[in-house]
């Protein structure tokens, strides 16, 4: 074992928390970047899960070796404070909270992250509306125009080659399935 770092978790149900953190971390979703981070440098080989104490005062168990291990230390641990149950009505500092906020503002303005922003109601579009739109993709304006789709497919009917299925169907006014057909009869005698 190569890596010898700790984490102090307290849960009644042990293999239920065991199964969340290790489904968390396989998928790259952890709470704890610090041990996300951690898992992907080195490996899930890397890791183990060890049960250190059963007992009935789970809080106070859990603040004992949270101190006696020093596992809130970055340098030892994975614990992201030192109080057990923490996270439940933990409140950051003024200072903590002006740090994050400049940080998140120069992200902003490196383009790093995007502003949040707000949900805005979903309204439907009057005919009119939606005849303005159609209108503006009609024909040449529209960016497809005279462009085959990416995944269309050149056909020969009777030794002409139509760039597509549906340019194909343009110029014969045959149905899909009657293309489909004639070309499947073709490969069939020829191959």
Known sequence: MKW???????????????????????????????????????????????IIDYCLDTLEKEQYWI???????????????KKANAPLGYKHTSESRKIMSDIKKQQYKEGKIASNFKFRTVTKHSEETKEKIRQTKLGEKNPMYGKLPHNAKSIEING????????????????RRTIENLVKSEVDNNG
């Open 4 to 50: 010898e770092e700790i984490a102090v978790e307290m849960h009644l149900d042990i293999r239920w928390i065991y199964r969340i953190h290790k489904k968390a971390l396989e998928n790259k979703r952890h709470k704890n970047p610090h041990l996300q981070n951690a898992y992907n440098l080195f490996g899930k080989n890397e890791f183990y899960y060890l």
């Open 67 to 81: 101190t006696s291990t020093f596992c809130y230390d970055r340098k030892i641990g994975f614990n992201n404070t």
């Open 160 to 175: 002409v080659v139509y760039p597509s299925m549906s340019a194909a169907r343009q110029k014969t006014g045959l149905s």
